[in-house]
């Protein structure tokens, strides 16, 4: 019998909201057919006596699909046309440390677009 988290979980990343996305890792390691969720998230921060609120971005990405991610890491964002190939869009470099969900099915970590000038 299946995983009933992990059932959900495939539901959700294929779900309207999902991206689909390549991995590629520091060692060189390229995963194709990854699908990530993005989330915006404010962050507080401490300056002296001020706050000051600065916005970030996250992805979530199921295990099953990339088992390790590492700061450094870069996903190329893109669409599946109609022939099933991937269409590139946006490269992000992924920036601190993964965070494991309670289950062990899936990872969230900080991203950054890449400027395509450099």
Known sequence: ???PFASALDAIFMAPGSEAAEHTSIYGVHTTGVRIIRGRADQPLRMGDAQIITGSQ???IRKAQVAELLDGDTLIVGT??????FVPVEELR???????????LSA???????????
């Open 1 to 3: 019998m299946s995983d």
């Open 58 to 60: 996250v992805v979530e």
């Open 80 to 85: 599946v046309d109609d022939a099933g190939d």
């Open 94 to 104: 992924l920036t601190g440390e993964a965070m494991i969900d309670n289950e062990g």
């Open 108 to 118: 969230t970590i900080g991203a950054e677009p890449v400027d395509p000038s450099r």
